[in-house]
């Protein structure tokens, strides 16, 4: 068995469950070096045996401030961020720039991510790389789409469930913040979420609001605000999801879009929930 698998195995593939694991085997071990020392002093008589007992909670307790410095510092150097958007693009905010679904991104974009979507664009993905989000078969379907040559990149950290998705033109490009995951969305000659199951269904939001085509899962909570806006596939079918890539990437933006990308925002989720908060109280 190859060492990166057997790692694999032991410390799993989620880089904050990798922390865990060795923030606890660090632990561990501490807690046994401090009780192994504190006996080995009272055996050679440097530590008295009536304060052993005192020795023992000092030295662990100097261990656990140690092992706090060091859980902070695994965590600012190793720990993944997390794909969040904190304020989800506005219609004005996204489509300012944005005329067309194979419009190149908006001018003044130098870093790596927009410097390489803007000569190609592309099907775009924004997800965390778990089961549920459907990668593999989203990736299937694309092969099969007539594209014209055009790369899938996939926007998102790795989640759970070890999933990875190759292909000759499919490129990962990770985290990336939410003022470039706008200009991505805007670039996008199409975007696709093909979840199997969804809670909601965030990224097919932001995608109408920026004005980019979206192929989505045919879900209810989907429906509930896309329908007609985006087009819907079946997730588990390839070839209908490559017949919705093919269709969403000869489109152009639509009123309708705008229209329905308009109705949400955070202002009004904090209004709705709030209602229910209400209704529940009485």
Same mark, same amino acid.
């Given at each position: 068995?190859?060492?990166?698998?057997?790692?694999?195995?032991?410390?799993?593939?989620?880089?904050?469950?990798?922390?865990?694991?060795?923030?606890?085997?660090?632990?561990?071990?501490?807690?046994?070096?401090?009780?192994?020392?504190?006996?080995?002093?009272?055996?050679?008589?440097?530590?008295?045996?009536?304060?052993?007992?005192?020795?023992?909670?000092?030295?662990?307790?100097?261990?656990? $401030?140690?092992?706090?410095?060091?859980?902070?510092?695994?965590?600012?150097?190793? $720990?993944?961020?997390?794909?969040?958007?904190?304020?989800?693009?506005?219609?004005?905010?996204?489509?300012?720039?944005?005329?067309?679904?194979?419009?190149?991104?908006?001018?003044?974009?130098?870093?790596?991510?927009?410097?390489?979507?803007?000569?190609?664009?592309?099907?775009?993905?924004?997800?965390?790389?778990?089961?549920?989000?459907?990668?593999?078969?989203?990736?299937?379907?694309?092969?099969?789409?007539?594209?014209?040559?055009?790369?899938?990149?996939?926007?998102?950290?790795?989640?759970?469930?070890?999933?990875?998705?190759?292909?000759?033109?499919?490129?990962?490009?990770?985290?990336?913040?939410?003022?470039?995951?706008?200009?991505?969305?805007?670039? $996008?000659?199409?975007?696709?979420?093909?979840?199997?199951?969804?809670?909601?269904?965030?990224?097919?939001?932001? $995608?109408?609001?920026?004005?980019?085509?979206?192929?989505?899962?045919?879900?209810?909570?989907?429906?509930?605000?896309?329908?007609?806006?985006?087009?819907?596939?079946?997730?588990?079918?390839?070839?209908?999801?490559?017949?919705?890539?093919?269709?969403?990437?000869?489109?152009?933006?639509?009123?309708?879009?705008?229209?329905?990308?308009?109705?949400?925002?955070?202002?009004?989720?904090?209004?709705?929930?709030?209602?229910?908060?209400?209704?529940?109280?009485?």
């Amino acid at each position: 068995m190859p060492a990166s698998s057997l790692i694999d195995r032991l410390l799993g593939t989620d880089t904050n469950q990798r922390i865990r694991v060795l923030q606890t085997a660090i632990a561990t071990l501490l807690m046994c070096a401090s009780t192994i020392g504190v006996n080995y002093m009272v055996w050679v008589g440097i530590v008295p045996a009536n304060e052993s007992v005192w020795w023992t909670v000092f030295t662990l307790g100097s261990f656990a $401030a140690f092992l706090v410095v060091v859980r902070l510092g695994l965590n600012q150097r190793f $720990a993944e961020p997390s794909l969040t958007v904190p304020q989800t693009p506005t219609v004005a905010h996204c489509t300012a720039q944005r005329s067309g679904p194979t419009n190149a991104l908006s001018a003044g974009v130098n870093d790596t991510v927009g410097a390489v979507w803007s000569i190609i664009t592309g099907v775009l993905a924004v997800s965390t790389l778990e089961p549920r989000k459907n990668l593999a078969t989203l990736a299937s379907a694309f092969e099969r789409a007539d594209l014209d040559g055009c790369e899938l990149r996939i926007v998102g950290a790795h989640g759970w469930g070890g999933v990875t998705v190759n292909g000759s033109r499919i490129r990962q490009l990770g985290f990336v913040p939410d003022e470039e995951l706008a200009r991505l969305y805007r670039g $996008a000659r199409c975007v696709a979420y093909v979840s199997r199951y969804e809670g909601f269904g965030l990224p097919v939001l932001e $995608a109408l609001a920026c004005g980019a085509p979206v192929v989505t899962a045919d879900l209810p909570p989907i429906r509930e605000f896309a329908d007609g806006a985006a087009i819907t596939v079946d997730p588990v079918d390839p070839d209908a999801i490559a017949a919705g890539l093919e269709q969403a990437a000869a489109s152009t933006p639509s009123a309708h879009q705008a229209e329905a990308a308009s109705r949400y925002g955070w202002p009004e989720a904090a209004a709705a929930t709030a209602a229910v908060y209400r209704q529940a109280a009485g």
